[in-house]
């Protein structure tokens, strides 16, 4: 089975904190993504990465980077967080590029900024 | 950019009773995926469907990829209290690896 975890499921930090966000993946998958998802928006991608060292602004990069030293791990951080930015944070993982390939998802952060 | 559109939005409904969902868009996809998201957890797949006109079934779970490619149903027989959460349909287009989402139902069966 896919594992996808995330390093915390509840998250409480300060305005202008930089906040990092961890996720990891068992399964030798190319691709990661992050999401945020909000009430009445859905589910937004932020940032994904087709390999090591890679990643791609998604719809929503303002105030976020990433980053992917190995290829189980990637990682979401916010270099000063804002109250905007309290939300339920989502890590995805797919096997390889192409469109048939399917998401699997981890159990969520949810990060409250205060 | 692609959108999707799911509908219903929310649904009350008696246990034991079917249900039925849908997703449409304005652009063609190659996968149609559907999740099911219980409160404070990330989102489980539910079924995959690869071929237009493809129809899967995971237990009381039917899906269909329409055959236009635009559309994607999902259908719950017998429903039962557990079925509770937001369903989310989901597109794999042209831009390889990035999903499109639908807005999510959400379901709630009452005993």
């Known amino acids: 089975d896919v594992k996808v975890t995330q390093s915390s499921r509840y998250l409480v930090k300060r305005t202008g904190e930089k906040v990092f966000l961890e996720c990891v993946q068992d399964?030798?998958?190319?691709?990661m993504f992050w999401y945020r998802q909000d009430p009445g928006l859905g589910l937004r991608l932020i940032y994904f990465?087709?390999?090591?060292?890679?990643?791609e602004k998604g719809d929503i990069p303002e105030g976020y980077s990433v980053s992917r030293e190995k290829k189980e791990r990637f990682s979401l951080i916010l270099e000063s967080a804002s109250t905007n930015q309290t939300s339920m944070y989502l890590c995805?993982?797919?096997?390889?590029?192409?469109?048939?390939?399917?998401?699997?998802f981890g159990p969520g952060t949810r990060l409250t900024v205060l | 950019g692609q959108q999707l559109n799911q509908s219903p939005q929310s649904m009350f409904i008696q246990e034991g009773e079917d249900v039925s969902m849908n997703c449409t868009s304005s652009s063609i996809f190659n996968t149609w995926l559907w999740y099911k998201q219980d409160p404070g957890e990330g989102p489980v797949l539910l079924i995959a469907l690869y071929k237009a006109g493809e129809l899967t079934s995971n237990g009381r779970l039917t899906a269909q990829f329409g055959i236009t490619r635009k559309d994607s149903f999902l259908n719950i027989s017998a429903s039962i209290p557990s079925d509770v959460g937001i369903y989310f349909c989901?597109?794999?287009?042209?831009?390889?690896?990035?999903?499109?989402f639908g807005q999510g139902t959400i379901l709630t069966v009452h005993p």
């Open positions: 989901a597109g794999l287009g042209t831009s390889y690896g990035k999903l499109t």
């Open positions: 399964m030798d998958h190319e691709n």
């Open positions: 995805a993982s797919s096997f390889e590029q192409g469109t048939t390939d399917t998401q699997y």
């Open positions: 990465s087709y390999d090591v060292k890679m990643k």
